[in-house]
């Protein structure tokens, strides 16, 4: 890990976040694990609190506010360690972030190509024939 990846995280192109805006606290393990959970603050609780960042301007803020509300949490107990669960919990942060900072594209609707159409066509002509050819013709 280098110097940079200890002091930010990079979110997206346009986007790196100074962990220092990541509050991280740590408290003791739900669940089995015997004296080792019940002595080891190995749960760690990172919490990102969106309008006091200044990793991002008003537009994104406004875009994350929006989807995800003014604090994104991220919660790890899933290893022994203290420090993996750190790094979990701030790769869950710096992910839900990203996916709130995501804008989707806006679709652009298109023609069907002619071999398409001709195709469409052809379909219908060759599924009323069919079906042409199974009435029992009363007229006659």
Request: charged share 40%; net charge positive.
């Given at each position: 890990m280098s110097g940079d990846e200890r002091t930010n995280?990079?979110?997206s192109?346009?986007?790196?976040?100074p962990l220092a805006e990541i509050e991280l606290r740590v408290s003791r393990s739900?669940?089995?694990?015997?004296q080792h959970a019940n002595k080891t603050e190995s749960r760690v609780e990172a919490v990102f609190d969106v309008e006091a960042?200044?990793?991002l301007s008003d537009v994104?803020?406004?875009?994350?506010l929006a989807k995800t509300g003014p604090v994104i949490r991220a919660v790890a107990q899933d290893e022994r360690s203290q420090l993996r669960n750190r790094e979990l919990a701030?790769?869950?942060?710096?992910?839900?972030?990203?996916?709130?900072l995501h804008v989707e594209r806006k679709r652009v609707p298109t023609k069907?190509?002619?071999?398409a159409q001709a195709k469409r066509v052809e379909t219908k002509k060759r599924r009323g024939e069919t079906k042409?050819?199974?009435?029992?013709?009363?007229?006659?």
């Open positions: 995280r990079r979110v192109r346009s986007v790196v976040l739900s669940g089995p694990g015997g960042s200044t990793a994104q803020k406004r875009r994350v701030i790769d869950r942060v710096v992910a839900r972030l990203a996916e709130a069907p190509s002619r071999a042409r050819l199974r009435r029992v013709d009363d007229r006659e």
